[in-house]
């Protein structure tokens, strides 16, 4: 096996002291700080930016008119139209959960109920939103389109707590969704 040597090219005075380097970084940097002490920033004039930079200035800019389709936030449960549960508790957003945010615990429906035929439903569901990771795997999963990813970035608590969503108030938060739920047919 043939040994090959390398020779590193000489570097003269300049290049040895990084002078030139360091003169065009500065004018780089002058240039952007010009550029935006004069509202001219790539992407100020779409955040509806202050003008210095595109930072957005946030409680009073929001995201929202900027939010893009497919934006995925914190997962909440919803109702249909009549304001029945759409979950059957059958647990598949617990088990697929990658950070094990959620955790059901399956009741059943009163054999009096005139959904009974249902089966089981939740009796407590929590949603552990320090640990959600908000990929989407739980919504993908139900079978009966319970659980939905709403487009709310604005999650906030002052403690660990209060960030561990109940049942009650993820329906709060979710609120009415239309369309068809399978558990309420007749032919199920």
């Known amino acids: 096996m043939a040994?090959?040597?390398?020779?590193?090219p000489k570097l003269n005075a300049g290049e040895n002291i990084y002078f030139a380097s360091l003169i065009k970084g500065f004018?780089?940097?002058?240039?952007?700080?010009?550029?935006?002490?004069?509202?001219?920033?790539?992407?100020?004039?779409?955040?509806?930016?202050?003008?210095?930079?595109?930072?957005?200035?946030?409680?009073?800019?929001?995201?929202?008119?900027?939010?893009?389709?497919?934006?995925?936030?914190?997962p909440t449960l919803v109702t249909d139209e009549q304001g029945?549960?759409?979950c059957v508790s059958c647990q598949l957003c617990e088990f697929i959960c990658p950070p094990k945010a959620i955790?059901?615990?399956?009741?059943?429906?009163?054999?009096?109920?005139?959904?009974?035929?249902?089966?089981?439903?939740?009796?407590?569901f929590?949603?552990?939103?320090?640990?959600?990771?908000?990929?989407?795997?739980?919504?993908e999963v139900c079978?009966?389109?319970?659980?939905?990813?709403r487009k709310d970035y604005l999650i906030s608590a002052l403690s660990r707590a209060e960030m561990v969503h109940d049942k009650?108030?993820?329906?709060e938060i979710g609120g009415v969704r239309e369309g068809l739920v399978n558990k309420w047919n007749e032919i199920k």
């Open 3 to 8: 040994i090959v040597k390398l020779t590193r």
């Open 27 to 74: 004018f780089l940097t002058m240039k952007h700080a010009v550029a935006s002490l004069r509202n001219r920033t790539r992407g100020a004039k779409d955040m509806a930016s202050s003008g210095m930079g595109i930072t957005m200035q946030y409680p009073e800019q929001r995201w929202d008119e900027h939010m893009p389709e497919h934006y995925r936030g914190a």
């Open 84 to 86: 029945r549960e759409r």
């Open 103 to 124: 955790r059901i615990v399956p009741g059943e429906i009163p054999s009096a109920d005139p959904w009974a035929k249902v089966e089981k439903r939740p009796q407590e």
């Open 126 to 139: 929590d949603i552990d939103m320090i640990r959600c990771i908000y990929c989407g795997m739980c919504e």
């Open 143 to 149: 079978p009966e389109q319970a659980i939905y990813l």
């Open 168 to 171: 009650k108030k993820l329906y």
